[in-house]
């Protein structure tokens, strides 16, 4: 059995008894790793313990079997360097956190590194003190989605390769990876109008406003329901709190 040490954000957490907890962390060398933390709830006479906090940066020792690696490892140590306490007072913020959060355990595989994405992903937790909850989540969104290989193609038609971006009337196919002309899109089941002003902003092509990056996240949203099966369970909430309407 061997000890790997490594800096690791909190992505999931499940209380498993009255002591323990298992949780989700996203490290930078390792990738992802799912950890029961024995009696990390235990107190003493001295000390309280409440455990290990959602979204904490943190310093973890965990302990790995050879050829258990798809089992839960033990941690057997947690140092909490930052715990992003600005979060807390801002609900937006907090949620829109949490929606990272969970998109980056659905998105990555376990054992599979992504140092930039780690790096992203703290940069995106701390950039939470001063940015918009909006703006600074639609920037690690698109960071996330080319570091997984699926960010889409926004300047050109997937089907014909005719640009479009500063076309009036643009499609988005999340199957197809991408925008859709006009003349193309007849053809293609799944698909939705997007204006190009939103395509510029995705494009890093175009200044951000309170409506565009609201149009932003949602077609982000939906293509991100779109690749993960499911609408991801802090949406609602995050629409709720930004003040989004519903699609």
């Not at 499940?14 to 024995?38: C, M, N, P, W």
């Not at 997984?148 to 500063?166: A, D, H, N, Q």
Request: glycine content about 6%.
């Amino acid at each position: 059995m061997s000890l790997l040490k490594d800096r690791a954000v909190v992505l999931r957490r499940l209380d498993y008894s009255e002591t323990s907890q298992v949780i989700a962390v996203f490290t930078r060398e390792h990738g992802q790793q799912r950890l029961i933390a024995k009696g990390i709830k235990r107190g003493t006479k001295t000390r309280v313990a409440v455990g290990v906090d959602l979204l904490e940066l943190g310093n973890v020792v965990f302990s790995q079997r050879p050829g258990k690696e798809e089992t839960l490892s033990v941690m057997t140590e947690w140092r909490q360097e930052e715990s992003f306490s600005h979060l807390r007072r801002d609900l937006p913020k907090l949620y829109a956190a949490q929606y990272a959060a969970e998109v980056t355990a659905q998105l990555t595989e376990v054992h599979d590194p992504h140092r930039v994405l780690f790096d992203g992903l703290i940069d995106f937790l701390r950039a939470l003190a001063d940015a918009t909850a909006i703006e600074a989540l639609i920037e690690y969104l698109k960071l996330l989605l080319k570091e997984i290989g699926l960010r889409p193609e926004l300047s050109v038609c997937m089907s014909c390769g005719r640009g479009v971006i500063c076309d009036a009337i643009v499609y988005f196919s999340s199957r197809q990876g991408g925008a859709i002309c006009r003349d193309c899109e007849p053809a293609m089941v799944e698909k939705r109008r997007v204006s190009p002003e939103v395509l510029r902003l995705l494009s890093n092509a175009g200044a951000s406003g309170l409506k565009q990056s609201g149009e932003a996240f949602d077609l982000m949203d939906y293509h991100l329901r779109e690749i993960m099966g499911k609408a991801a369970r802090l949406s609602a909430p995050l629409r709720a709190a930004l003040g989004l309407v519903s699609r």
